[in-house]
């Protein structure tokens, strides 16, 4: 009897086995990506595609300034600064050491330039000088940069300078950056285009400094940002998104993380091999279109009838090539739903799932708002929800 046992467990076990083996090759793998740390995610469909030691402490030298830069567009957004206002350059900015601009306190330089010089020449120059205007010292810059990271949700991150140059503590991780790459894009897509920017130089700049240091704007027309880092201790280290059109969703846009490449050239070509294995071994579906409803439910007390539930968003998620068919949606709301509701209120969640597998659970909102019925109205329906 318990030799029979021994072996229906090592059965079970075995099944177990093959059918977890199963469902990770269903999978599709990522190619081997020379870099310390990497992240892939599909911005439209707001899912992780791949992965490798993303909590993994890591330099992240320039890409420091992504924070740098959403300071500075919320403070053109707030009017604290303007694109033409010019900034005077301090000893300090003009002394800063690695990539530089080339200003000097002889300068009074637009805002504009400066936020081109920070992306395009990678400027740490420039960088302190926005710093300084925004959050007038760098020390209350570099608060306002972990202060925001803290409302960011980014867990593993500490700033110890605006600029990305090494400093005990100035740590981040590739799930961080990407949070971080995500709300730039997000949040500020008017400022988006200064990524895409391939060549720029402020006078008196030399020539040969002109070049944005991602090589992918040059290779890959679909890629349309964003930054570079590269320090002694961080390696080479990119963040790349590219947008590309597909006939079923329209645009599609992916983010990729390579952290801690062996050269300039490396940090490029693994950051070009993983969006195009995003884009290729992955099917984006629209499953629900923005303002449509996924399900209209019975509604108590409120002036209509019932409530439509959808997404102010479309609604797209990415699955393995050749099994969209195997979507499958299941709505969870609570009940009973009791007027009033406002437009964009969150009730229930819709999960998305491939075959029994999650894939991810979103909220559904309410597409419109209902007011409370009056007096007899909510009277009656106390009544009707009590005998139910």
């Given amino acids: 009897m318990k030799l029979m046992r021994f072996f229906l467990k090592c059965l079970a076990l075995s099944a177990s086995a093959a059918f977890a083996l199963g469902v990770q090759a269903q ?18 469909a707001n899912q992780v595609l791949a992965a490798k030691d993303t909590d993994m402490e890591v330099e992240p030298a320039s890409l420091t300034k992504l924070m740098t830069a959403y300071l500075v567009f919320d403070a053109l957004r707030s009017r604290k600064l303007e694109l033409k206002q010019a900034l005077p350059v301090s000893q300090q900015a003009w002394k800063m050491p690695g990539s530089r601009m080339f200003i000097d306190p002889n300068m009074l330089v637009p805002v504009e330039d400066l936020i081109k010089g920070m992306i395009v020449q990678s400027g740490n120059d420039a960088t302190v000088a926005l710093a300084e205007a925004v959050g007038g010292s760098v020390d209350q810059f570099v608060k306002r940069m972990n202060d ?202 819709l999960k998305v799932m491939r075959g029994d597998q999650p894939l991810l659970e979103v909220p559904l909102v309410a597409l419109e708002a209902v007011e409370q019925a009056g007096v007899f109205g909510r009277a009656w329906d106390a009544i009707r929800l009590w005998i139910k």
């Fill in 148 to 349: 925001q990271a803290k409302l960011l949700g980014m867990k593993n991150t500490s700033y110890r300078n605006p600029e990305g140059l090494t400093a005990p503590g100035h740590t981040t991780t590739a799930r961080d950056l990407g949070t971080l790459a995500s709300r730039l894009m997000q949040d500020f897509p008017e400022y988006m285009a200064y990524y895409a920017i391939k060549k720029y130089r402020y006078e008196g700049s030399p020539a040969a400094n002109d070049s944005n240091r991602n090589l992918l704007l040059f290779r890959d027309a679909s890629v349309d940002g964003l930054k570079t880092g590269h320090t002694k201790a961080a390696g080479y280290c990119l963040v790349a998104t590219a947008t590309r059109d597909f006939p079923n969703i329209g645009s599609r846009r992916l983010l990729s993380i390579v952290l801690g490449a062996d050269s300039e050239n490396a940090r490029a070509s693994e950051s070009q091999k993983l969006l195009n294995w995003g884009y290729s071994a992955f099917d984006a579906v629209k499953l629900f279109k923005a303002g449509k409803p996924v399900v209209s439910s019975p509604i108590w007390k409120g002036k209509a009838p019932t409530l439509k539930l959808g997404f102010l968003q479309d609604l797209v998620v990415a699955v393995p090539v050749g099994t969209a068919t195997q979507i499958k949606t299941q709505v969870a709301r609570p009940e009973p739903l009791v007027a009033p509701f406002l437009k964009g209120q969150s009730i229930g969640t």
């Fill in 27 to 44: 999978m599709p793998q990522p190619p081997d990506i020379a870099a310390k740390s990497y992240l892939l995610i599909d911005i439209t």
